[in-house]
């Protein structure tokens, strides 16, 4: 019996994380989804097909006063998450994950929606900086192409 996309997307997420055997980085669960939605809609985003999930983008806005104890390594990222506050403008964006099929990458639809969530979350906040800490060459590059369509400064935590 073949995988389903959700199982698929699962699986992926583990491979190139491995959040089980690393506590400190957000292990996305069904609390972490309610916080996130808390902190603004477009902090996920998936695009679908009639398999289901094909592209799952996940960022967080925060203060910059988060992000930066997060790139000074001050911080894990659960803390980054649990540290961001409620219903305060936000003035940075963590690009936290991107996680597309294998057969679907190279098409643009993870930069197109993740670009429609930046859009969307800088609707209502006055975001000035993006942020990543980068696990993949592609997920690197990719937050290259966000920070420059954007026209947002890109800070990088390294490894």
Not at 42 to 67: A, C, R, Y
Not at 117 to 131: G, H, S
Not at 139 to 148: I, K, P, R, S, Y
């Amino acid at each position: 019996m073949n995988e389903s996309n959700v199982e698929r997307m699962i699986k992926l997420a583990g491979d190139v994380f491995d959040v089980k055997n690393d506590p400190d980085q957000l292990d996305v669960n069904e609390e972490v989804i309610a916080r996130l939605r808390r902190i603004h809609p477009f902090t996920i985003s998936e695009h679908k097909d009639e398999n289901g999930p094909l592209v799952w983008i996940l960022m967080i806005p925060t203060t910059q006063g988060v992000m930066y104890r997060f790139l000074n390594k001050e911080i894990t990222e659960k803390q980054l998450l649990e540290l961001t506050p409620l219903d305060v403008p936000y003035d940075a964006i963590y690009l936290c994950s991107a996680m597309v099929l294998p057969e679907f990458r190279g098409h643009g639809l993870a930069k197109n929606l993740a670009l429609e969530a930046i859009e969307n979350i800088r609707n209502t906040n006055p975001i000035r900086d993006l942020f990543v800490w980068p696990f993949t060459e592609e997920g690197d590059a990719l937050a290259d192409t966000l920070a420059a369509a954007t026209s947002l400064p890109l800070l990088k935590r390294l490894k």
